[in-house]
């Protein structure tokens, strides 16, 4: 069953048992309500969001005579949900914004009206995140009722003066979740959110990342004419590790490799590319039905190969830079970015050289095939 959160800001120094909780009406958040669908023209209603399961395709329906329409009996009203679902927004319409908001700085004025006008409307906010926090989370199952505690890590969006928090549970789309070492090295990431709760007295508030990213997605479905092979878009980077990167585009986070980041052998991405990074990037395809987006960053500029032989013709010594290792062979970087799988010359061997060095080398052939360059490093500069 649909499961509820609420987040209590606890002091992480406190053992467990003494740990002082700080109440929060309970929040959930999921996909967009009805009212934001693709041909929706008037403003969401102003309800409590909840975890609705995906709705599965129905048959349609069978048509019924006068008379089997005559022998069946009304159908029951609907349930109204339960106060406590409700009671967050409520309590929301019951504050004194005037009073409350009294003496802000201009700033801080415009700080909460953005705030106010994401959870009244689900309006996407961006931020930065500047960094990872733990508190307890309430989840309560709808079912029982029954209510269990347990840790886990947040996001901490700070506009200006105001906290934001999101929790692991609501920085990824459902089935696209990522480790929490993931979450824990997006310090410094440009993220987008909706505001799901709002403690004015508390001064802080929650928000859901999945909610924007679903949006998002629902935008870019619409957006036609970026959808060909091509187009070119803008990503942001989110993680960078030393092997792999993620990025953001449109509402989908791509896992990407060095082949897809550059034509140029970065042996460790960290020494390249930061989280909150923006780069430019080019739509490889675009799958609706299976709701899956392919970009490549390294094709947005030409491909340094092209060309290559006719600069560095066979024989020809070249200056580069070690940039890796790999089962003996090493990797050499030009000036213009082609990148060449060398050798040692028979005097050298692989402890006089590492990564970073500038070496001198010789073209030795090139595979059209595969587009790459052969060498040999003859010297050490």
Not at 61 to 89: F, G, I, L, Y
Not at 110 to 130: C, D, F, K
Not at 241 to 254: A, E
Not at 328 to 340: H, Q, R
């Amino acid at each position: 069953m649909p499961r509820k959160i609420t987040v209590e800001e606890v002091p992480q120094e406190l053992p467990a048992a003494e740990e002082p909780i700080i109440q929060v009406p309970e929040v959930v958040s999921d996909d967009p309500p009805d009212a934001l669908a693709e041909h929706a023209e008037e403003p969401p209603p102003e309800e409590e969001v909840q975890i609705v399961p995906k709705k599965r395709k129905r048959a349609a329906p069978k048509v019924k005579t006068a008379e089997e329409n005559a022998a069946e009996p009304e159908p029951a009203p609907e349930m109204p949900e339960p106060p406590d679902a409700v009671q967050s927004r409520d309590a929301f319409y019951d504050l004194d914004f005037h009073e409350l908001d009294r003496g802000l700085s201009p700033e801080e004025q415009g700080e909460w009206n953005s705030i106010y006008a994401s959870y009244r409307s689900h309006s996407i906010m961006a931020g930065t995140v500047v960094g990872i926090d733990q508190h307890r989370l309430r989840l309560r199952d709808k079912a029982t009722g029954e209510i269990a505690y347990q840790r886990a890590y947040c996001a901490i969006v700070i506009p200006f003066r105001v906290r934001i928090l999101i929790p692991e549970g609501e920085m990824w789309i459902p089935d696209e979740e990522r480790p929490t070492y993931v979450l824990r090295n997006m310090p410094g990431a440009e993220i987008e959110f909706v505001i799901v709760h709002v403690d004015r007295e508390g001064g802080f508030a929650i928000a859901s990342r999945r909610m924007a990213l679903s949006l998002r997605r629902r935008s870019f479905a619409r957006q036609l004419h970026l959808h060909r092979e091509g187009v070119r878009l803008d990503c942001r980077v989110l993680a960078v590790g030393p092997r792999r990167c993620l990025v953001t585009c449109q509402g989908y986070d791509i896992n990407m490799t060095q082949r897809e980041l550059s034509y140029a052998a970065i042996p460790d991405l960290r020494d390249v590319y930061h989280a909150g990074q923006v780069l430019p990037c080019v739509v490889k395809s675009y799958d609706r039905p299976g709701d899956d987006l392919e970009i490549s960053v390294k094709e947005t500029v030409p491909n340094p190969f092209d060309g290559a032989e006719f600069r560095h013709p066979p024989y020809c010594h070249r200056q580069a830079v070690i940039s890796g290792k790999y089962g003996g062979g090493v990797f050499c970087n030009l000036p213009d970015g082609v990148t060449v799988m060398c050798s040692y010359s028979f005097y050298y061997d692989d402890a006089s050289f590492r990564i970073g060095d500038r070496v001198i080398l010789i073209i030795q052939r090139y595979d059209q095939a595969k587009k790459q360059v052969y060498g040999k490093i003859v010297g050490k500069c």
